[in-house]
């Protein structure tokens, strides 16, 4: 009798339990598209009532439909269904007046995005913490970025360890792989500031690293095929899951030495004994003010946010520099003539302006992504056109132009001197005019790095780093593609653009590197 009952009465709270789960679970989010039913869907077809082949579509097809629904709506706002939910995505005449407003959060987007509290996606932990700025975006916005000049010269000569052990010191032509090698470059520099010789200098890590990003992306995929509540179980089970918990795991392993000097190092700071370590771990100490943190979060979490945009963007230059080698001997006579009058002064960098308008277009032409600048609306807002937006809702921005031909003339076109002609002319033409048009600036006109108080804040060390990179380049090789085919395009993704892995470079070592000749005459003064 007694089992009976208590059987009787757990079946009795199984409809309790169903409604529970579909109140907390389904109800919020069925709210939220119904205060969103003003803005259409570009997207799901009428009809349709699973968001399913809406998905498809966009993960097929995303870039083709955000540039048809930009005609069909007349730059009005429309929603994107897609693997990471909805979101409205915004018209680029309005990406000015919401670029700094702090209803719109950039962790919480990433937070919706990814599966930040799970075993193992710790990496993404501290770079979406609470905060405007939060702890780390501080970290890199103050301190990394104030200290830049400091490490010119250490990373010169690092770069040219560096591109030596990955592209060889052989003077005959020979293949290497450019994304492959690029992360393996970028990843040694990186560590180099974050975490000092140690680290860079151990492959392990540089490898975890380079992997993490990318399992931890893959993982998410995996993750998408089921509902939030799901999640909680299924992560414990799935392959990429298990090998991101792992890998955060071991990352723990591997610096946990570094960690503990470094610690040491402080504890000597701040009695007065020695000096505060500067690196991300000193950094992120002073900035946090005795707040808690992952260390190894914050390793991690640099890694993500500095180390594949970085090497993507130097797969995207190399293959420019390939297709218009004209360039390459343009871009040595630039770096013999500034370095060749200075050195490497904390101005010489700024003055490679040939070379940061490469990287400019490159990243103008090829972006990350289609839309930019993630957000979560934090509370009931409504735009300069009158738009409604619903507390919860997820935004991005167009960036549609980066390729209107009345900003940027015949804008498909790769041209490496654009940004060189955009500057020289009067800011007052227009604000992609002038300084607005050097690599570290953002704009409307150019999303590259997001635009307003959430701008990447990396975007200035990423700038120096890749600089110095290619310097030693086209300083120590001669190079060109390698594959029958030519240059392979960028890799399309939904709404994304990814270097091709499959691109392959012919290099060799140069008889005389160009620096070698010019530090030798400035050693000579």
């Not at 890749?466 to 390698?482: M, N, R, T």
Request: proline share 5%; hydrophobic share 40%; net charge positive.
């Amino acid at each position: 009798m007694l089992i009976d009952g208590f059987s009787t009465t757990l079946w009795a709270l199984v409809p309790a339990a169903l409604i529970s789960f579909l109140v907390h679970a389904c109800l919020p989010r069925l709210i939220l598209q119904w205060r969103l039913r003003h803005i259409p869907i570009a997207n799901k077809k009428p009809g349709e009532w699973s968001d399913q082949k809406a998905i498809d579509r966009a993960q097929t097809n995303a870039k083709e439909i955000i540039k048809e629904a930009f005609v069909k709506y007349r730059e009005r706002p429309f929603q994107l269904i897609s693997q990471v939910g909805r979101r409205v995505i915004l018209p680029p005449h309005l990406i000015d007046s919401v670029k700094s407003d702090n209803r719109l959060s950039s962790s919480e987007s990433l937070r919706n995005a990814f599966s930040i509290n799970l075993p193992g996606f710790g990496g993404l932990l501290e770079p979406t913490e609470p905060g405007n700025p939060n702890m780390f975006s501080l970290m890199v916005r103050q301190a990394m970025t104030h200290n830049l000049s400091r490490f010119t010269e250490v990373l010169v000569e690092e770069s040219r360890t560096a591109l030596a052990k990955e592209w060889g010191m052989d003077e005959e032509w020979h293949e290497v792989d450019a994304l492959k090698t690029a992360r393996k470059i970028v990843a040694t520099l990186s560590a180099k500031v974050f975490l000092g010789d140690e680290a860079a200098h151990n492959d392990e890590w540089l490898n975890i690293t380079i992997d993490y990003t990318v399992n931890l992306c893959l993982a998410q995929r995996q993750l998408r095929h089921f509902r939030g509540w799901s999640r909680l179980l299924v992560h414990w089970f799935l392959p990429r899951c298990i090998k991101l918990r792992q890998q955060y795991n071991r990352a723990a392993t591997v610096i946990a030495p570094i960690l503990k000097k470094r610690r040491e190092q402080i504890d000597l700071a701040e009695k007065g004994l020695g000096k505060m370590p500067n690196d991300a771990v000193g950094w992120m100490h002073e900035v946090s003010k005795g707040r808690k943190y992952d260390p190894v979060g914050v390793q991690l979490g640099l890694s993500i946010v500095a180390l594949h945009t970085s090497s993507d963007l130097l797969g995207h230059v190399l293959g420019n520099l390939c297709k218009h080698p004209e360039y390459i001997d343009r871009l040595r006579e630039e770096a013999l003539e500034v370095l060749g009058e200075h050195g490497w002064h904390k101005t010489s960098l700024y003055k490679l302006k040939l070379m940061d308008s490469v990287l400019n277009e490159s990243q103008r032409v090829v972006p990350a992504s289609m839309t930019m600048m993630g957000r979560k609306i934090t509370e009931d807002m409504t735009l300069a056109d009158g738009t409604f937006l619903p507390r919860g809702a997820m935004v991005a921005a167009m960036a549609h132009r980066q390729w209107d031909p009345k900003i940027y003339p015949n804008p498909l076109e790769w041209q490496g001197d654009r940004h060189v002609k955009m500057r020289e002319e009067e800011p007052s033409r227009g604000s992609a005019k002038g300084n607005a048009a050097q690599f570290v600036s953002t704009s409307a006109e150019h999303l590259g790095f997001g635009h307003g108080s959430h701008a990447c804040p990396g975007r200035f060390f990423a700038s120096n780093e890749l600089k110095l990179v290619l310097v030693e380049i086209i300083s120590a090789y001669d190079f060109g593609c390698a594959n029958e085919g030519g240059v392979p395009p960028p890799l399309s993704l939904a709404t994304e653009w990814l270097a091709n892995p499959e691109l392959k470079l012919r290099v060799r070592r140069r008889k005389i590197p160009i620096l070698e000749s010019v530090e030798e005459d400035l050693v000579r003064r």
